[in-house]
């Protein structure tokens, strides 16, 4: 049976009416919105890690701007599928939203088999808000002070080093991965729930050395409780001037920058998106921010959900690249 040319103008104008009415509830949903309902920002780090402490920042922030409660809720764990895969359950109205990172949004496409959500079809980027390198430290007690000396011991030890790492998928751990390839060294990689528990570890001597974003170790670096023998950015940093990078440690072309921001399950209104990155923005602009930033080695982003939609698209590709060279896969 065909329908007539006036049935299908009948059904385009129906449809039409529908679209307009759900967009009209959805502005007006936003209007109301927070509505002094309290906000869930889901994390997938574990506390006291580098995307805790500054999502916990930003989530004061945040309460005090939208006059409600932002309540930080860490997920660590499965290279942070478990949070992403709560947070696309969640209902798509802004009341929870979450910290998207490159490895949930740009590494776990390629790392893992079912990653239990898709980054493009069920969140939204909202906006990103730093990036941060790595320091490549060591424990204090071993006989490795250079990038140099640490490859010279591995090829004398083959296997006997061990890494520690935030977790399988995370820049810790494939930052290990790059400087294997390399390199061309061996070590045991042994990952852990979150990089607090590794640095531990790694302090006490139970395990070697470690990759790890710069605000959550530099204490430990700077107490000398840790050796720091390079930095993965692509420039020394000020609060380290003397640790150099790892390109001018003999390995030309190594850069790792973690970076992150906010999303949002897909479907929330896009009133709802604007407004929170206009409140991440103005919060990134803040003087003490950016003086926050600088003292731990981060470097603010900001930018539009588009911008920040473009990083993710670029970095899968830079990643993804990598995991399929070093053939890691996890289940």
Do not use: C
Not at 51 to 73: C, F, I, M, N, W
Not at 87 to 95: A, E, F, H, T
């Amino acid at each position: 049976m065909t329908t007539s040319p006036r049935h299908k103008a009948i059904e385009f104008l129906k449809a039409g009416a529908i679209a307009a009415v759900m967009l009209t509830a959805g502005a007006a949903q936003a209007a109301d919105w927070p509505a002094g309902k309290p906000i869930t920002l889901i994390v997938p780090a574990a506390a006291g890690s580098t995307p805790d402490q500054s999502s916990r920042k930003l989530a004061q922030y945040l309460g005090e701007k939208l006059g409600t409660s932002v309540v930080v809720d860490n997920r660590p764990g499965a290279a942070g599928s478990i949070a992403m895969q709560t947070l696309v359950r969640s209902k798509p109205d802004g009341y929870t939203i979450g910290f998207g990172n490159i490895v949930t949004m740009a590494i776990n496409r390629s790392l893992l088999a079912r990653p239990g959500y898709d980054a493009d079809k069920d969140l939204v980027p909202v906006s990103a808000t730093t990036t941060v390198p790595n320091i490549l430290a060591v424990n204090a007690g071993l006989p490795i002070r250079s990038v140099k000396e640490l490859i010279d011991y591995a090829r004398k030890n083959p296997g006997k080093l061990t890494m520690g790492s935030g977790g399988n998928g995370t820049t810790s751990h494939l930052s290990g991965e790059m400087l294997r390839d390399q390199a061309h060294i061996d070590f045991r990689h042994i990952p852990y729930r979150g990089a607090p528990q590794a640095q531990i570890d790694v302090i006490s001597g139970q395990v070697d050395f470690m990759f790890d974003n710069v605000p959550s170790i530099l204490s430990a670096v700077q107490g000398n409780k840790l050796r720091a023998i390079a930095v993965t950015s692509k420039s020394r940093l000020p609060v380290l001037p003397n640790v150099p990078t790892m390109d001018e440690s003999g390995l030309p072309g190594f850069e790792v920058n973690a970076w992150g921001g906010i999303v949002a399950p897909a479907g929330t209104p896009r009133p709802v998106v604007e407004r929170l990155n206009r409140e991440i923005n103005a919060y990134l602009q803040l003087p003490a921010t950016r003086k926050d930033a600088e003292q731990n080695g981060s470097v603010v982003v900001g930018g539009s959900p588009e911008a920040f939609a473009q990083m993710i698209a670029k970095e899968s590709r830079k990643w993804g690249d990598l995991i399929r060279k070093a053939n890691i896969k996890l289940d």
